[in-house]
């Protein structure tokens, strides 16, 4: 188990570039989260997936940001046409959690990608 | 919607000195409540987590009680260690479908916690 790895760690492109991020979740979770978080705030979370199935999309997953999960295991967030704005610290997170089980979802983060738009 | 409001920082102790951190939430149902941490150049980390009222969360020598009352979830440590210092979020999580809590969570702006020797 080596744990939840993002890459790049940082990032630094140009406003109006498509970046891409990758995330490798823990071996065998099923979930896995994207957050993002700005200086001096808390994560936001932004959207999931069950496996390959992307469930749930927050408000803030403008469409110029894309999530795809194709087989169940690695991820990939792209933003396009990046905006100031858009710098901030993306994190990733997995857990193993059954669907139609009560139970407390324990989430596992990545250490981040540093995305700076300049 | 739900939110959770917790103490700004920096908060700078020496260190065997005891540390809160207030927490207070909003919330249309019963959620589970967490505390992570987030040590310097490291990921997120689960520190403690309750869920239901009256549950009292703890780990490491850090406990936090569900308070349904006051919609609070205070985050105490009786003696802090130099190895304490990090940045702390309170988070919330709604109740999943079939029970239970999930990983869609709603944190706090964090606070950061120095201890000094």
């Known amino acids: 188990d080596t744990g939840v790895s993002q890459d790049p760690r940082h990032k630094i492109t140009k406003r109006g570039q498509n970046v891409t991020f990758r995330c490798d979740p823990i071996s065998e979770h099923n979930r896995l989260y994207w957050y993002r978080q700005t200086l001096g705030q808390g994560p936001e979370f932004l959207t999931y997936f069950q496996n390959e199935a992307q469930l749930e999309k927050s408000r803030l997953l403008s469409d110029r940001f894309s999530a795809e999960r194709p087989k169940g295991s690695f991820s990939t967030l792209e933003i396009q046409r990046t905006e100031q704005g858009d710098s901030a610290m993306y994190l990733c997170?997995?857990?193993?959690?059954?669907?139609?089980?009560?139970?407390?979802?324990?989430?596992?983060f990545g250490s981040g990608t540093q995305l700076s738009v300049l | 919607g739900d939110s959770v409001t917790q103490m700004e920082g920096p908060v700078t102790l020496s260190e065997e000195a005891f540390l809160t951190i207030n927490c207070t939430y909003t919330a249309t149902g019963y959620p589970s409540l967490f505390w992570y941490v987030q040590y310097p150049g490291e990921g997120l980390q689960l520190l403690l987590k309750?869920?239901?009222?009256?549950d009292k969360g703890s780990n490491k020598g850090f406990e936090a009680t569900y308070r349904k009352e006051t919609t609070s979830f205070h985050l105490e440590k009786g003696s802090v260690q130099v190895s304490d210092s990090a940045v702390y979020f309170c988070?919330?999580?709604?109740?999943?479908?079939?029970?239970?809590?999930?990983?869609?969570?709603?944190f706090g702006k964090g606070t950061k916690l120095s201890v000094k020797p």
């Open positions: 309750a869920t239901k009222a009256d």
């Open positions: 997170a997995s857990s193993l959690t059954p669907r139609t089980v009560a139970t407390n979802e324990k989430l596992f």
């Open positions: 988070a919330l999580s709604e109740l999943q479908e079939y029970g239970g809590s999930q990983g869609n969570l709603i």
